[in-house]
Structure formats: C-alpha cells, structure tokens
C-alpha cells in the first residue's frame, strides 16, 4: 500500500467498509472490517488522508485516527450523496466518500474534541426535556378540554391547569385525577431539571471570556451565547459573518438562472437548535421594539415599517450571527452603531 493517499470510510455500529485510493482515484483496496478491528488495521496503514460522513460517532473516529497520525476530513452526508453511483450498498458509499474528499472544491467538517461535544450536551439535553415538557402540557390540555376545562394558550396559563388538577375544584372523575396528577408530578420534575440545566449554562457562560462579549449583543443572553460557543463551528472556518450565517441556515435560498437572481425561502441548513435559538432571541429584540419603539432612523426601525414581522425576525437573527461572528473571529464587544446602520 506504498502508493495510498486517501482511505474513505462507511461508519456503522458494528461493521466498517473501507474504501482505499491513491490520489488520482485508482482503487488500491476494498475492505470490510469488524468494530474491534478497525483501530488495528489503520494503524498499520502509511500515513494518509482518512474520509468520513459526518455523523454519529465520525468525531470520535476522527480524534482516534489523528492519534495514529493520519489525516481526518468530515464531509457533510448531502456532498457525499452527489457521488454515489446508481444503487447503494455500504461499499458504493465508501468509494463515494473518497470520490467527495477529492474534489478540490469540497467543504470540510473539523473534528471536535470531547470537552467541546461534552458542552454540547447541556444544550442537547435541554432541548430533550423541553419537548417532553411541551408535550405533557398538551396532553393535559387536552385531557381538561375533554371535561369542559379550557385555558388560553401559553406558558403563563399552564399554572391554571395544574390548579385545576391539584386544588379539586373542577369536578372530575374519581378516576381520571390521580392519572392527570401523574402527569403534574411529572411536568414539575421536567422544569427541575431544566432549571438545573438552565443555571449549568448561565454558570459557564459566566466563567467563558467568549461568552461574555457575545451577551453585549442585544438579543443573545447566557444560553444562546454559550449555544454559539459549543456548538458553531470555529471562527476560523469561515472567511466572513455571511459565510457563517448561511453556515447556520438564516440565508435565502437561490433559484438563480440566466443572469436573474431569484432568492426563496430560509435554507434551514446547518444546526437546527443554533438557528431557532437565534430566532427566538431575535424575536425578544422585535417584540421589545414593536412596544416600546425602535430608535428612529435604524435598521430594525426601517425593516418593520415596510417588512413583515416575522421576515424582520429571520433578517435580525441572521444579522446577529454574522456579529457574533465578528466578535469571535477579531474580539472586542458589541457597538450598538453595527445594527442600527
């Protein structure tokens, strides 16, 4: 294997295909290799280039193999597709890997270390407890509506129906209470953790230097500031804040041809939990303008005068990760003159 260059690979739980190529393409190997003995194989490899899907378990593949000297490119499941040849097995998409990591133009994903996937996990786990808690809100709900109990939508009515529940004043059946008290028993325990969780977040955001220059941007508060921070990609990656905010799905998509420009709907690529809590703070800033007043003759100002409320909210939001941008790639702190241009 004098002439290997580039090694791609299909990750699984159990069983690994490998893909072995020189760096015009020309197939040096074809292998399929058991869990227990892939670390071995590669180690006995020259130094090369290995390729892999980004996807679950590819980071921790990736420190592995750095260790052993070699070379890790992450590609992006949706470049690695393009490449597949008619039908699919897991030896057509290894060789597909390596078709993808040579390409001269391709993208590449950094291989993240532990500390940094482990300060993703606050925000995983978050997000986790949060649906389940919307979801033991409606069935509540909808299990009171079923008895004649209707509330108005919103987190500050749901005190009513865990009242309803617990005081005794709605009539119910005997047997229906201790089931929907089940239910509120379990609703309180899930706000617990996610305070718990919630004040982990604001601890960290406090101690991180990083953090605390992205909370000066109005919009973006511990949790969404430390979100950027162990989940975005380094500034590095990026040549400027546009780049990073298609990077995170706040640009348009383009249908452009012949000339014309034609822009549709928000991408919605990148991480999906990065962009909606982007979105939210966004949404706090309009609704605070919408109020109290924007400053006369600023952005926000302008955009709600002649936009709808809820493209002003995507166009902030894409606005403020390309600040945040800023502020990780070159330091300092947030200028309120940078949005109200």
Known sequence: MENLDLVGIDLAKNVFQLHGCNSTGAVIFRKQLKRNKLLSFISEL???????????????WGREFEAL????RLI???????????????????????EAALRPTMRF???????????????????????????????????LSEFGFVVAKGPT???????????????????????????????????TRIRLLEAQIEQRAREDEICQRLTTI???????????????????TFRRGRDFAAWVGLTPLQHSTGGKQRLGRTSKMGNRALRRLLII??????????HKGAAPGSWLA?????????LVRVALANKMARIAWALMAHGGEYRAQTVTR
């Open 46 to 60: 020259p130094t090369c280039t290995i390729a892999m899907e980004a996807c679950s378990g590819s980071h921790y």
């Open 157 to 191: 009515h749901v005190r009513k129906l865990v009242s309803a529940v617990e005081a005794g004043d709605l009539e119910l059946p005997e047997i229906s209470r201790p089931l929907l008290s089940i239910l509120v028993d379990t609703l309180e325990a899930l706000n």
């Open 302 to 310: 302008r955009m709600l005068e002649r936009k709808p409320p809820m």
């Open 281 to 290: 703070g966004a949404s706090a800033v309009v609704r605070w303008a919408e």
């Open 109 to 143: 994903v950094q291989v993240r270390s532990e500390d940094n996937q482990a300060a993703g996990l606050a925000f995983k786990a978050r997000d986790l407890l949060v649906r389940q808690r919307t979801q033991i809100i409606n069935a509540l709900r909808g299990h």
């Open 69 to 72: 000297g070699h070379s890790v």
């Open 218 to 236: 109005p919009g973006i508060g511990p949790i969404i500031a430390t979100a950027i921070a162990a989940l975005a990609p380094p500034p590095s």
């Open 76 to 98: 992006a499941p949706k470049y690695v597709k393009p490449f597949v040849k008619r039908s699919k097995s897991d030896a057509i998409d290894a060789e597909a890997i390596c």
